[in-house]
C-alpha cells in the first residue's frame, strides 16, 4: 500500500503557508504527487422587492473577485514547488466542504488545516473537517494549526474495535511506515482478554506491513479524556484514528472521542470513516 496522490486543501482567506509547506514535504517523502485545492462561493444576497437585478450583480461580482482569488494562489502555488515535486491544481466555485469530498475521488490522502474547533469556519470560504471526513471516503490528515512539517518520531493510534478504527489503521500504513515509534493505544473501563486480543491483533496486522508497533491499554471510564490526557503528556506527533458519527444525516453529531480529536487544534490527526 502507498500514497500516490496527496490532495491539500487551501482556505481562500489563508496563506499558503504551512499547511502547503507540510503537505509537500509529506509528499516528498512518500513519493505522492501534490495536488493543490481550493473552492469557495458566495451566497446569494437577501434583497427586497425590486432589488433583484442589483443582488445578482452583486453575487456576480463576488464569485468574480473568488475566481480571481484562485488565480493568485494557483500562480503562488506553482512558483512554490516548480520541479521539486510533481504538483496539480484544482479549484471549485463550490460549497468548499462538498467540493473538497467529492474531489477527494482523486487522491489517497486529503490534508487540511484546522481550523478553530469542530464546527467553526465560513461554510461559503472555509472547509468543515468533520463534514469531508465523513464525505470524503479517503483519510484525512487534519494538521494542527502552523505546522510546516509533521514530525514523525511518535505515532498514536487510538484504537477502538470499531469499522472505523480498522479503517484508518489500514489507511494510515503509509504514513506509520515513516515513524520511529508507533503505539497502538486503547482506553477500556475494565481490562480483559478481549481487550488484550484487540490490540494485539493490530500489532501484528501493522507488523506484516512492516510498521513495528507496541500497545497501551488504559483503564479508565472516560475514553476521550483519558486518550487525549495521553497524547499530550506524550508529545505525540501524529493521532490516528476512526471518526464516528452518530448519524450521516446529521455530520455534526460525533461521538466523544472524535469530537474531541476535532476540537484539538494544537494535534495532527489523521482520521478514516
Not at 16 to 31: I, K, N, S, T, W
Not at 128 to 156: F, H
Amino acid at each position: 500500500m502507498s500514497y500516490k496522490s496527496v490532495l491539500v486543501n487551501l482556505d481562500i482567506d489563508a496563506p499558503l503557508a504551512p499547511v502547503v509547506m507540510a503537505a509537500a514535504d509529506l509528499a516528498e517523502r512518500l513519493g505522492a504527487k501534490l495536488i493543490g485545492f481550493c473552492a469557495a462561493d458566495a451566497p446569494i444576497p437577501i434583497t427586497g422587492p425590486g432589488g433583484e437585478v442589483l443582488a445578482a450583480e452583486a453575487w456576480q461580482q463576488m464569485r468574480s473577485d473568488i475566481e480571481g482569488k484562485f488565480k493568485e494562489l494557483h500562480d503562488q502555488f506553482g512558483k512554490m514547488f516548480a520541479g521539486r515535486i510533481p504538483t496539480e491544481w484544482c479549484q471549485a466555485l463550490d460549497n468548499p466542504s462538498r467540493a473538497l469530498a467529492l474531489r477527494s475521488r482523486i487522491a489517497d490522502l486529503i490534508i487540511m488545516s484546522a481550523p478553530e474547533g469542530v464546527a467553526a469556519g465560513h461554510a461559503y470560504r472555509q472547509a468543515d473537517p468533520g463534514s469531508v471526513v465523513l464525505q470524503a471516503g479517503r483519510p484525512l490528515l487534519l494538521l494542527a494549526r502552523g505546522t510546516e512539517q509533521v514530525q514523525m518520531k511518535d505515532v498514536v493510534i487510538a484504537w477502538k474495535d470499531t469499522r472505523e478504527a480498522r479503517r484508518a489503521v489500514a489507511d494510515a500504513v503509509p504514513l506509520l511506515r515513516l515513524a520511529l515509534n508507533v503505539t497502538v493505544v486503547t482506553v477500556a473501563a475494565e481490562r480483559g482478554q478481549w481487550v488484550d486480543q484487540s490490540v494485539a491483533d493490530i500489532v501484528g496486522f501493522l507488523a506484516r506491513h512492516g510498521v513495528e508497533a507496541r500497545s497501551k491499554v488504559l483503564e479508565n471510564s472516560d475514553d476521550s479524556g483519558r486518550l487525549v490526557e495521553f497524547i499530550v503528556a506524550n508529545h505525540v506527533d501524529l493521532v490516528v484514528s476512526g471518526a464516528y458519527g452518530h448519524s450521516r444525516l446529521r455530520e455534526w453529531a460525533f461521538g466523544g472521542m472524535t469530537r474531541s480529536l476535532l476540537d484539538e487544534t494544537g494535534l495532527n490527526r489523521l482520521m478514516s470513516s
